[in-house]
């Protein structure tokens, strides 16, 4: 699809973080050096006292802003009363970035409380591609498409998740947003090599990254083993700090997101976490710069 709309180079300097409606009020007090801020538009779009403050909120911050509920994997289309509501959040915030899942969630009107695994085929991508340009025509902007958290997978794919996500960007002209995370954990779940997904990847289809905490459990399927859930509810693992800086090297850095939304901590700690974040792009980009001094 030809896209009017300009293609965005926005890079901010640091690690942001994902702005929950427990940090609102305490954001808006106490205004803390964070360069910018991520919210989901569902929890504004019947929030007015919320949407209030989110607009005094974007005088002091960048605000990009994440859907969880534009299901472009549903096969009956994508809700446009819910893209008209999210449309208007956009006009407001102006957001650098917007940005939503690979994933379906709703079917015959119904919501469903989950980001829903697709099969990746020819037919799956004609319909994801269309629903996607429907969307970027609708908001009038780039969509980020964010690679799933994965936990099963099907027997009819034809391709892989990487492959998928390639075409859509190719076919549609959206960009990627890179669930770090997300590899991490859908690799270890479904049994590939994460460092060999962010190397698939093309750096200039990478328009951010984020960064959650999974949860380990017992996996009901294999005893003994492991399964990997996103959860959103813990500190970022160690293995995927080290897959963030190996995607750093490969991609340069990118606008980078905190994600936590479950058991949520005191906003300190999300900056705590973001600082890291920085830490590990400047460790990354000297390495980088050492190696290319020496190659
Ligand atoms: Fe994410």
Redesign the pocket.
Known sequence: MAMTMSSNRWVPNGAGVGLRLPHLAEVMATRPTVPWLEIHAENFLANPHATELLMEARRDYPISVHTVGVSVGSVDGVDHVHLRRVRTLVDMVDPPLVSGHLAWSTHAGEYLNDLLPLPYDEETLRLVAAHLDEVQESLGRHYLL?NPSSYVGFDTSTMSELDFLCELVRRTGCRLLC?IS?VYLSAHNMGYDPYKYIDGLLGGDVGEL?L?GFTPEDDEAEPGAEILIDTHAARIAEPVWQLYAHAVRRFGAKPTLI?WDNDIPSFAALLAEARRADEVVARALASESRRAVAG
């Open positions: 964010e669930d997300n984020h959650g994600e």
